[in-house]
Structure formats: structure tokens, C-alpha cells
């Protein structure tokens, strides 16, 4: 079985391939990651996951008026 890459459109073969589920806006999203592209997307999804616990860190702080 092949499957095509969501990042680069390349078409790899079903053992070369990463699949990863989120939950998106829309609901429900399954990506297909060739190997390739799979240390970019983790580098991403690794900093936007620092970034969103650095944010709800901070509204936890009290404020100070």
C-alpha cells in the first residue's frame, strides 16, 4: 500500500510512513508524514506545545495591581 506524503506530496510505501492523528479546529485530522518531513514536523509541533504550556503557565500567575 502506498501513501502520499501531507507535507511534500511524495508517495511512499506503507512501512516508510508516519501516521499521526490531531485533534484540529475541524476536528479529527490524520496526517501521513514520509520520513523526510518528519523531523521538520516535530521540531514544530514540539515548539508550539513549549509555547502553549508557556501561555497557560502564565495565566496561572497571579496579577499584581
Same mark, same amino acid.
Given at each position: 500500500?502506498?501513501? @502520499?506524503c501531507n507535507? %511534500?506530496?511524495k508517495v511512499v510505501q506503507a512501512d516508510d $510512513? *508516519? $501516521?499521526h492523528? *490531531? *485533534?484540529? @479546529?475541524n476536528g479529527l485530522e490524520v496526517f +501521513? $508524514? %514520509?520520513?523526510t518531513c518528519l523531523e521538520?514536523?516535530? &521540531?514544530k509541533t514540539? +515548539? +508550539? *506545545?513549549e509555547q502553549n504550556e508557556d501561555d497557560s &503557565? !502564565? !495565566?496561572k500567575m497571579p496579577m499584581k495591581w
Open positions: 500500500m502506498k501513501y @502520499v507535507l %511534500c506530496s $510512513i *508516519t $501516521i492523528n *490531531t *485533534t484540529g @479546529v +501521513a $508524514i %514520509c520520513p521538520k514536523y516535530l &521540531e514540539k +515548539a +508550539a *506545545t &503557565e !502564565r !495565566r
